[in-house]
């Protein structure tokens, strides 16, 4: 596997349930980032890690909480959501340094019932 | 906090027409600026990007973009779209006071008619 990729595609979960989205980047990068993407909004950031450690939460509610074990994997824990958690996840990945081009991951569109 | 603006929601043309999607941000300084594609079906990629120098940058696929610092604006460009130019495009800031949290603007679907 190439570039930046997510688990699971699609993920449909009720609202008391426990879910984990996962991101793994072959690219050798050192930054990490979760994005959140809604029909009809910006592309909202939620996390990021550089070099493991977390830079930066963009005020997200604590029912996400992110991981990062090593610069190539983070995760998204999910626990009792709601339905407006609904859209599209993307994980990014970079060299730190804010002229650095990300390079996205295809995402996991969760659906919350 | 750094904000980005994109005009145009949803533009259609018809092949061989020019295109020029605006893109403005709030907050000055040293910034970074990029415009990404996302192609139907495909990842988000970066089309291009400036960080310094010349700010007239070309990117891939003919595409074109001027930073003027004056106007806080990154406008991208192409003389002659294509058929294959259909895709959602995004203008990204990160830096000024913003810091370096990379901001995106809310897309702008182009549907070029073949």
């Known amino acids: 596997e190439t570039g930046v990729t997510q688990t699971p595609r699609h993920l449909v979960m009720g609202m008391t349930n426990k879910k984990s989205l996962k991101c793994e980047q072959h690219?050798?990068?050192?930054?990490m980032y979760w994005y959140k993407q809604s029909a009809k909004k910006p592309l909202e950031l939620m996390f990021v890690?550089?070099?493991?450690?977390?830079?930066e939460n963009n005020s997200v509610p604590s029912r996400f909480s992110p991981e990062c074990p090593n610069s190539s994997h983070l995760f998204l824990h999910l626990h009792t959501l709601q339905p407006e958690d609904s859209a599209l996840y993307l994980c990014?990945?970079?060299?730190?340094?804010?002229?650095?081009?990300?390079?996205f991951g295809p995402g996991t569109r969760l659906t919350v019932l | 906090a750094q904000s980005v603006s994109q005009h145009n929601h949803h533009v259609i043309l018809s092949e061989a027409a020019s295109l020029e999607l605006g893109c403005n941000y709030s907050y000055g300084g040293t910034v970074n600026l990029f415009w990404y594609v996302q192609y139907p079906g495909q990842h988000l990629q970066l089309l291009l990007k400036?960080?310094?120098?010349?700010?007239l940058v070309k990117g891939i696929k003919g595409f074109e973009a001027e930073f003027i610092k004056s106007k806080f604006s990154f406008n991208l460009r192409k003389p002659s779209v294509q058929w294959s130019d259909t895709a959602e495009y995004f203008c990204?800031?990160?830096?000024?006071?913003?810091?370096?949290?990379?901001?995106f603007g809310a897309g702008t679907r182009l549907f070029v008619k073949a």
């Open positions: 990014a990945s970079s060299q730190v340094g804010g002229e650095n081009e990300q390079f």
């Open positions: 990204a800031v990160n830096g000024g006071t913003g810091g370096f949290k990379t901001i």
């Open positions: 400036y960080f310094s120098g010349d700010p």
């Open positions: 890690y550089n070099f493991k450690e977390q830079t």
């Open positions: 690219l050798g990068h050192n930054a």
